[in-house]
């Protein structure tokens, strides 16, 4: 069998720019998305040494009884920037890869509560791949808005189709998350750039965050057209010490 050795990021954003993961997530909470999520993209800071690649076993943590995948888009910048403006950003995109956030929700649930996170609810793995495509090979589906392309994104566990939605359905384009994340700040080679949850792309929206969640043995896939199909099993869960 190949192995596939993922990517080593230096650091790692996710930013939260498809509006209808986002209206869906505030619904489950009984609330209206909050107005400041229209004024800027916002994205928080992952674990960089939590990183998986195709085929993968995705350990299952001894703390939560809720874990979840989230299918995303990510891109891998090629060149360092500071202070970008949204026109000027994929110049300095190396290409685009996928991209799942696994999630434990029980905690994240009880992080965001409190006013920081997620924390605990997402540091335990984070999977990106299988390969890195380039924009040159995405120009015939590029459309009027930097760094956004119209590829098809699908969700798979246990080869039954959950979850399906568009990178074009992005509210933030990639642009705008980059002259964000820039702000004052040098991005640097190697670093990568999540898009947050497509629309329908996990089961906290599927199941209005009461489950059924993933189990061990379950085999989650994630496809993007042009990029591949980015696949893990659920590992055993791991005893508490």
């Not at 040494?49 to 943590?61: E, L, S, T, W």
């Not at 920081?116 to 390969?131: N, Q, T, V």
């Not at 929206?205 to 993007?224: A, N």
Request: charged share 25%; aromatic share 12%; with cysteine.
């Amino acid at each position: 069998m190949r192995h596939y050795e993922p990517i080593r990021p230096t650091t790692l954003r996710d930013f939260y720019a498809f509006e209808g993961h986002v209206k869906t997530a505030n619904q489950n909470r009984g609330r209206d998305v909050p107005a400041e999520w229209y004024e800027f993209p916002v994205f928080y800071y992952n674990n960089p040494y939590a990183i998986y690649g195709h085929d993968d076993v995705i350990p299952y943590p001894a703390y939560t009884q809720a874990l979840d995948y989230e299918l995303e888009i990510a891109c891998v910048i090629g060149k360092a920037g500071i202070n970008l403006k949204p026109e000027d950003a994929e110049d300095y995109i190396f290409g685009f890869t996928i991209f799942n956030d696994w999630s434990a929700r029980d905690i994240q649930r009880k992080e965001m509560k409190v006013g920081l996170g997620p924390a605990k609810g997402k540091d335990f793995a984070k999977s990106l791949g299988p390969c890195i495509v380039t924009l040159d090979e995405l120009a015939n589906r590029q459309t009027d808005r930097p760094g956004v392309y119209d590829l098809d994104m699908v969700a798979r566990v246990n080869g039954v189709e959950r979850s399906r939605g568009n990178m074009r359905d992005l509210y933030w384009s990639f642009g705008q998350m980059l002259a964000r994340a820039s702000e004052e700040v040098w991005l640097q080679p190697g670093d990568v750039i999540g898009s947050g949850t497509v629309g329908t792309g996990c089961l906290l929206e599927l199941t209005r965050g009461e489950g059924p969640w993933l189990r061990p043995g379950d085999v989650v896939e994630l496809e993007i057209e042009r990029i591949g199909v980015l696949r893990n099993t659920i590992g055993e869960k791991r005893a508490n010490s």
